[in-house]
């Protein structure tokens, strides 16, 4: 396993709100739930105290929830064909609610924004990216496919996997599903690590 311990802080988990999803992620003995960590100057793992617009309870606030757990390798993954490789990685699985602010438009019964769902999708990639390949790493190409509307205020399943890791880069497929499993969107995030690029480029 490549988790790297530090990540996995503890972090409260709204029982409160009786989500089913939520609630059984958070009673799974293999997955964790963490905060999102960035490389600092004192730390390679330091928690935004405040907050980002993809992240954390400011976030919610905004209509954008994203609550991600990383789960342990214990054997087959998100999809049923896995390469050897694949199987040799975590994975995360989430759980995320879009509200009014993250829709098409603000005031009117439509569906989720496409830079929303995109956002949920390129915000866990690149988390489970820093957790299995390299904590400074940045996405450099994302193919996304919204496969039907999102709907708002409607839990959603999220879940990526560790496609291929090939020299300074590593690619990530990530997942939005309804509650019962159907896809509504997906991409594949290419993913470099800064410090390898930084060095090959002469750069500190």
């Known amino acids: 396993m490549h988790l790297r311990p530090e990540l996995l802080e503890a972090v409260s988990v709204p029982q409160a709100l009786g989500d089913p999803l939520l609630l059984k992620l958070a009673s799974e003995s293999s997955t964790h739930p963490f905060e999102k960590h960035l490389a600092g100057e004192s730390s390679s793992y330091e928690v935004l105290k405040q907050g980002s617009w993809t992240s954390g309870d400011e976030a919610a606030q905004a209509g954008f929830d994203l609550r991600l757990f990383y789960k342990e390798c214990t054997g087959p993954g998100i999809l049923s064909v896995q390469s050897a490789q694949?199987?040799?990685?975590?994975?995360?699985?989430?759980?995320?609610?879009?509200?009014?602010?993250?829709?098409?438009?603000?005031?009117?019964?439509?569906?989720?924004?496409?830079?929303?769902?995109?956002?949920?999708?390129?915000?866990?990639?690149?988390?489970?990216?820093?957790?299995?390949?390299?904590?400074?790493?940045?996405?450099?190409?994302?193919?996304?496919?919204?496969?039907?509307?999102?709907?708002?205020?409607?839990?959603?399943?999220?879940?990526?996997?560790v496609k291929e890791v090939k020299g300074m880069r590593c690619w990530v497929n990530g997942y939005v599903k309804d509650e019962s499993g159907i896809m509504l969107a997906s991409s594949v995030a290419q993913l470099v690590d800064l410090q390898q690029l930084w060095a090959a480029q002469g750069q500190q």
């Open 86 to 161: 694949q199987q040799k990685y975590g994975t995360i699985h989430g759980a995320a609610r879009l509200g009014d602010r993250a829709s098409i438009g603000n005031g009117y019964w439509m569906s989720a924004h496409g830079g929303a769902v995109e956002s949920l999708l390129d915000e866990a990639t690149a988390e489970l990216g820093k957790m299995e390949f390299s904590p400074m790493l940045s996405t450099i190409q994302a193919d996304f496919k919204i496969r039907k509307s999102v709907p708002l205020h409607t839990t959603l399943k999220i879940e990526c996997e």
